[in-house]
């Protein structure tokens, strides 16, 4: 292989994963859960704290990298790594793994993710704390002072006008939500394991910000999870057999947007994401395409996130992301499933990082909603102002 | 307000101009003076030009709703729900786009004509707001 960009496919493995209990009390600190998810991982990869030699964080973590490396008493650290915004860290962290150990920093590299996000602090609730409000690089003042506060709200505008340009309804929306839940019931682990949902159940529920009701959002949760990442040559004589890192990808619209959520409202177009242009860069590393996809793990802070994400990364077309998901394509059994774990939506919100886990899972064959036979699965962490993505595949 | 409205930092050094203007009651972007590119969200530099030298330009205060919200889950004591957020884009400026608030669950629709309008909070601070448009249209 010639092309620099193709150099890591195939070439790096997830060899461990780990998570906490997801819950809305956790009663531990973020520290705490980082150790915990991690040192499960470990354990997963036949590995211990001494073989681990860099690690990455998410930007909004409250753990740093050295917190986690004094928890585990590592004593070698040679790469400590960060990405972000937020809930686009979770993939580019592992490409961020992969770098590290390919132009050889590190060996073996914990990734993780660790939140209080129901009894800390609540994504779904007003950022606002003083008197004043944004400046500093923010731009919050330019948006918060309107009543304009959450993600929820961002994402409702939004669906509004996906609605308004191509007929998009909140039934169909449903129908995402619906799914997740479903994959969530048969997952022991999920918040929302014994809470079946209905059709009738999701247009009952309680407006949030019209368009998008209750079952729109996804759960505000405690926990972590982790994953160990290392060179392919390496990953062979773990005890789970290892998924290889098929290719990884980042990317942004051709017109960036600073900040963390509200300037993408300034996009050309609101109903497009950077899933758009990081599906077309991922898809070349991996000389993979839509069909080669055998399941997905599409990140869903809300309904309307997934269908966005769904036309960008060429499931359907644009606009007809309502339809598809109507057709029970992302169903068990459809073109591709999503969310087998039941996603932020159902499982739990660990900001991106449960869907690797989960993708995992689905390469192993270890998944509660096994899709038969799946080598090919796409991670996404493609929800705001920039993306990122991996695709996993057996080896 | 069953609560006392936070305030916009109205000073920063990127974006304090638009406040600045709206004390005036007059709606403002900045924009560059090298090639007259809109900078929005507000910043110092133009990637298109690579100027450094730019300037708070009134607008028009006339536009067209992009999408809207109605806020039915409160989530801050200062804004009672429903209120309703709208995205407004400029009608001589499209690349920008401003937020505004009306309050309860007005009918309304994709395209509709809206005008800016002045609301003053507190200690000085002015917000530019918008409504539907009342006023004659100019052609």
């Given amino acids: ?395 | 307000m069953s609560a006392t409205r936070p305030l916009p930092v109205d000073d920063d050094l990127d974006t304090g101009g638009f406040f600045e203007a709206a004390r005036r009651h007059e709606l403002a972007l900045r924009m560059c003076n090298g090639c007259d590119a809109v900078l929005h969200v507000p910043v110092a530099y133009c990637h298109q030009c690579g100027s450094w030298e730019n300037r708070w330009q009134t607008v028009a205060g006339t536009g067209r709703l992009y999408s809207w919200t109605v806020v039915t889950h409160q989530v801050h004591p200062a804004y009672p729900v429903p209120y309703t957020v709208l995205l407004v884009e400029l009608d001589d400026h499209p690349e920008a786009r401003l937020i505004g608030q009306l309050p309860g669950t007005p009918d309304l629709g994709v395209g509709q004509r809206l005008e800016v309008w002045f609301e003053t909070i507190d200690d000085g601070v002015v917000l530019p707001q918008w409504r539907p448009r009342t006023t004659e249209e100019s052609t």
């Fill in chain 1, 1 to 395: 292989m010639s092309t620099p960009e193709l150099h890591h496919r195939d070439r790096c493995a997830i060899v461990g994963i780990g998570a906490t209990d997801f819950s809305k009390h956790s009663g531990k600190t973020d520290l705490s859960l980082a150790t915990q998810a991690s040192l499960a991982a470990l354990a997963d990869a036949g590995l211990t704290a001494a073989d681990v030699d860099g690690i990455i964080r998410c930007d909004m973590d409250n753990v740093r990298g050295n917190d986690l490396a004094h928890s585990l008493g590592i004593r070698d650290l040679d790469y400590l790594g960060e990405n972000g915004p937020g809930g686009a860290a979770p993939c580019a962290m592992v490409g961020q793994a992969v770098g590290a150990i390919l132009s050889g920093q590190a060996t073996t590299v914990l990734v993780f993710r660790s939140l209080n996000g129901r009894s800390g602090r609540r994504f779904g609730q007003s950022p606002v704390e003083g008197a004043r409000v944004g400046g500093a690089g923010s731009y919050d003042e330019l948006f918060a002072p309107y009543g304009l506060l959450t993600p929820g709200q961002v994402f409702a505008l939004m669906a509004q006008r996906h609605m308004v340009e191509f007929g998009t309804t909140p039934k169909q929306l449903g129908h995402i939500a619906l799914a997740c839940r479903a994959r969530a019931n048969a997952n022991p682990a999920a918040q929302m394991h014994d809470r079946p949902l209905t059709m009738d159940d999701y247009l009952a529920a309680r407006m949030i910000s019209e368009p998008l009701r209750l079952f729109d959002f996804c759960l505000e949760t405690d926990g972590a999870c982790a994953v160990v990442v290392t060179a392919a040559d390496r990953a062979a004589d773990r005890p789970n057999p290892p998924v290889l890192i098929r290719a990884v990808a980042q990317g942004s619209l051709p017109d960036p947007q600073p900040g963390i959520q509200f300037p993408v409202l300034m996009r050309e177009s609101i109903t497009q994401l950077p899933a758009k242009v990081v599906a077309e860069t991922l898809y070349r590393r991996a000389g993979l395409g839509p069909d080669d996809i055998d399941v997905a793990q599409i990140y869903d802070c809300f309904t309307i996130t997934v269908l966005l994400q769904l036309e960008d990364w060429g499931f359907c077309k644009k606009g007809e992301g309502g339809q598809f998901v109507a057709s029970g394509e992302i169903d068990l059994g459809g073109s591709v499933p999503i969310n087998t774990g039941g996603g932020h939506m159902s499982e739990g919100y660990i900001h991106g990082m449960n869907h690797i886990v989960e993708g995992v899972r689905q390469i192993r064959g270890t998944s509660t909603s096994q899709v038969a036979g799946a080598e090919v699965c796409l991670v996404t962490s493609t929800p705001l102002p920039p993306g990122s993505a991996v695709i996993l595949r057996a080896a």
